[in-house]
């Protein structure tokens, strides 16, 4: 049974930094690709970095480049996502997915997890 379950979530001022974590069950880790999405208030879902856990160079949409890093714990089995330079255009609900193909646009998620909620203000 696969399982995503995403912490760290919270309230952080603008300028701030705050670090995601996907706990991941279920998955042969090593040789899955799984990402970050959000979702705004009253926008759309964006896909915002994923990592193919076998190797790799992870990949960051615009969104998230500069600003965020995605990195794996393969003896955690843990995705973490570390946010910095936050703004209140920032403040969403963060998602840790699985991709298959392993590429951001939503038609490759196949796996959502319940997600957690990010302010900035």
């Known amino acids: 049974h696969v399982q995503l379950v995403e912490s760290g979530g919270g309230s952080v001022q603008p300028g701030g930094s705050l670090r995601l974590s996907c706990l991941v069950s279920g998955y042969t880790f090593s040789s899955t690709c799984l990402g970050w999405y959000r979702q705004p208030?009253?926008?759309?879902?964006e896909g915002l970095a994923?990592?193919?856990l076998g190797g790799g160079r992870p990949y960051y949409a615009n969104a998230a480049k500069d600003r965020f890093t995605i990195?794996?714990?393969n003896a955690k089995h843990t995705?973490?996502?570390q946010m910095s330079s936050l703004t209140p255009e920032d403040t969403a609900v963060y998602y840790c997915v699985v991709l298959n193909p392993c590429s951001l646009p939503l038609a490759s998620v196949t796996q959502w997890g319940q997600g957690t909620q990010v302010t900035v203000s």
């Not at 208030?41 to 879902?45: A, Q």
């Open 79 to 81: 995705l973490d996502l």
């Open 71 to 73: 990195s794996q714990d």
């Open 50 to 52: 994923r990592i193919s």
């Open 41 to 45: 208030p009253g926008k759309d879902r």
